[in-house]
């Protein structure tokens, strides 16, 4: 491959590239409309064109024709009145029309052919540019839904979300923080409030086991069944003193003492009894 090829492709691939970067979507979609418009217009112009230049052509032939039928006549006449010079004269005029009136026909078949080919492709040419603005308003709505989905992965693609779920995540670790010390505030004054109602039912039960104890405990002479102790002996009541000062008998408890020791005793298995 000699070196011109070679700078040869390296250009056009450098203008085929800056040219299909160049290509808006929307703006050749317009302008390939445009185009296909223009071929519409000239090919009406041609077809025009062609439909007038058939029907010189077909005016043309039936004037030759006519000259055709009148030659003919005038044959006949000269025929009739005996003049067979004249009669021929007008057998070569109608020759001569019936010659041309041969070539304008061939040439009316060609026309008309010619022309009911660009009538039908100035129907197609008409149907392919209906369906081309068809289609391109359905592009132009996809190449705007691509660009907004392009523009709109651009903004989510530049988004810091890694920063930004952490933000969330401390956010949602203090709001949780935050109900937990409110719970727990409410549970130490439910706590308190309880505490205090059983305080309250406690000491209601104490006084009034209290009182009960009183009650039972009280005698019908409105004195206390309490145990009495002993009255202690004194130093004149006492045996008298021996040699030994520090040596005493020791003192013994008196029945009375003891059978109402005995009776408060009773008392109060009877009250644990009953409990």
Known sequence: MGLFDRIKRVVGANLNDL??????PEKMLEQSILEMQEDL???????AQAIAAQKRTEKQYNDANKEVEKWQRNAMLAVQKGDENLARQ???R?????????????SLDQQTAQVEGLKRNLVQLESKISEAKTKKEMLKARITAAKAQEQLGSMVKGLNTSSAMAAFDR???KVMIQEARAQSVGEIAGNDLESQFAQL?????????????????S???GTTNQAQLPEATNASQSTPQQSTPQQSTPQQSTPQSKEVVDAELESLRKQLDQM
């Open 19 to 24: 040219v299909s970067k160049a290509e808006d």
């Open 41 to 47: 217009v000239q090919l009406r112009q041609g077809v």
């Open 90 to 92: 007008a057998l070569e």
């Open 94 to 106: 109608k020759k001569t029309f019936n010659e041309t009136a041969v070539t304008l026909k061939a």
């Open 171 to 173: 956010m949602e670790e």
């Open 201 to 217: 039912e406690g000491s209601s039960d104490v006084d009034d086991e209290l009182a009960a104890l009183k009650a039972q405990m």
């Open 219 to 221: 005698l019908p002479g």
